[in-house]
């Protein structure tokens, strides 16, 4: 069955970098777009960026974290990343990998991240 496995939450400064990875297993990874999303304290879940299939998958960020994060994909490693640089309070959120895969939408459990001084 379908399994993503969040890592790499945790509790940083202002201004400092985190790197997100999601495991992916269930499913042949390399032909879906993958998809980071996060749900801020007492806010609804909001997409942060996607990308899509293939090697050169074409990117997606939305506007609050454009410039800052990079997403990006290991087809081999069946993993997608997300590298957060220059992050701020707003940022501290529940992130969750999903994908989307013959009418279904899965989710991994969720890391958490805090930015916080």
């Known amino acids: 069955q379908v399994q993503l496995v969040e890592s790499g939450g945790g509790l940083v400064q202002p201004g400092g970098s985190l790197r997100l990875s999601c495991a992916a297993s269930g499913f042949i990874f390399s032909v879906y777009t993958m998809t980071w999303y996060r749900q801020p304290p007492g806010k609804e879940r909001e997409l942060v960026a996607s990308?899509?299939?293939?090697?050169?998958?074409?990117?997606n960020y939305a506007d609050s974290v454009k410039g800052r994060f990079t997403i990006s994909r290991d087809n081999a490693k069946n993993t997608v990343y997300l590298q957060m640089n220059s992050l701020k309070s707003d940022d501290t959120a529940v992130y969750y990998c999903?994908?989307?895969?013959?009418?279904?939408?899965?989710w991994g459990q969720g890391t958490q991240v805090t930015i916080s001084s």
């Open positions: 999903n994908v989307n895969r013959t009418g279904a939408r899965y």
């Open positions: 990308i899509s299939r293939g090697g050169g998958g074409t990117t």
